[in-house]
């Protein structure tokens, strides 16, 4: 019979530094994914909770030095109905609409999706799409770390283990257009089994600054670099579709698992970039 861990309440930042500094915490935010891991059905459970729920530090959105910036503790629910997410970057709103159901938008949190570090967290592709940056603090002081140095191997992360994530820093320049797909079993409450993000700028008739960020097709989440290199500077064309397609399915390596196979990965990675493509360059 699981025991459950002792739950602690800091009422400051520097008060939950101190505790994560001094040994074995394991923080909660929402609890959508660690209350699943509380049993002990999946892997070690927590020795001791560090409840983070009412750090007021951790909240809020806003735009601050042409970035965005969105609190740890942002739920699904707060990032869907910010105007300001909605003005700057609705590809996050939108991720966050397809996550779980209402229950889960309503408890689940950015920061606890980019801990978690599931390949599979839907968000994790915009921020690699973004050029996003975490800010993770802890007793020693904040350090601010790239998305796409963050997610360094299956469920790991560059946070340390005394650091909590304080907020994600998406820059708004230079402007991009960002755009998201999930693909999964249903519209809700289903884990993907593809989520894509393209960002590009059009700049004089050709694709710049152009990003693939996607989930679920490998073992972190992964921006494919080859697939890039065939849209950065080219026309928005049905042609360069076609190859950019045909190169992400060569250029991933997904597997089988009980959502998908690998060959059905691959042929709607393909699919979704190109309906993306073709729908931003208007053919
Ligand atoms: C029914 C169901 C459906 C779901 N559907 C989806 C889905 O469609 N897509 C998807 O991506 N996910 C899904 N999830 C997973 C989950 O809801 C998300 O990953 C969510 O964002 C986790 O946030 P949380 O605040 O609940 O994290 P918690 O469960 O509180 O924590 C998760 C992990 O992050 C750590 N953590 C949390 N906040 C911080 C912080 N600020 N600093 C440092 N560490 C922190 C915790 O220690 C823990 O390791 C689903 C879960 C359930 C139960």
């Not at 750090?55 to 942002?74: C, H, K, P, T």
Request: hydrophobic share 45%.
């Amino acid at each position: 019979m699981p025991v459950e861990p002792p739950v602690t309440t800091p009422r400051s930042l520097p008060e939950a530094y101190a505790l994560l500094s001094s040994g074995a915490y394991r923080p909660i935010a929402g609890g959508t994914d660690l209350m699943v891991q509380i049993t002990g059905e999946l892997g070690e459970p927590p020795e001791r909770v560090l409840d983070v729920w009412r750090l007021e530090e951790l909240r809020g959105i806003q735009v601050e030095d042409d970035a965005l910036v969105v609190g740890a503790l942002s739920t699904y629910t707060e990032i869907r109905r910010s105007a300001l997410v909605g003005e700057w970057l609705p590809a996050l709103a939108q991720a966050a609409g397809t996550i779980g159901a209402a229950q889960i938008q309503n408890r689940g949190t950015l920061g606890g999706n980019i801990v978690n570090a599931s390949p599979a967290g839907d968000t994790l592709p915009v921020l690699l799409a973004a050029d996003a940056s975490i800010i993770v603090g802890s007793a020693r002081g904040e350090r601010e770390v790239a998305a796409a140095d963050f997610w360094t191997g299956y469920r790991e992360t560059a946070r340390a283990a005394d650091e909590l994530v304080v907020q994600v820093r998406f820059p708004l320049k230079p402007a991009r257009t960002i755009r998201f797909r999930k693909v999964g079993t249903r519209r809700a409450q289903a884990i993907s089994k593809v989520v894509l993000a393209l960002a590009y700028r059009e700049d004089g008739g050709v694709w710049r600054d152009v990003r693939v960020a996607l989930g679920s097709v490998a073992a972190t989440p992964v921006r494919v670099p080859e697939t890039e290199s065939v849209l950065e500077g080219a026309a928005p064309r049905a042609t360069v579709a076609d190859h950019a397609a045909a190169v992400i399915g060569r250029e991933i390596k997904p597997i089988d698992d009980v959502r998908s196979t690998a060959e059905y990965r691959r042929a709607v990675t393909g699919r979704i970039l190109h309906r993306l493509l073709r729908e931003e360059g208007g053919w």
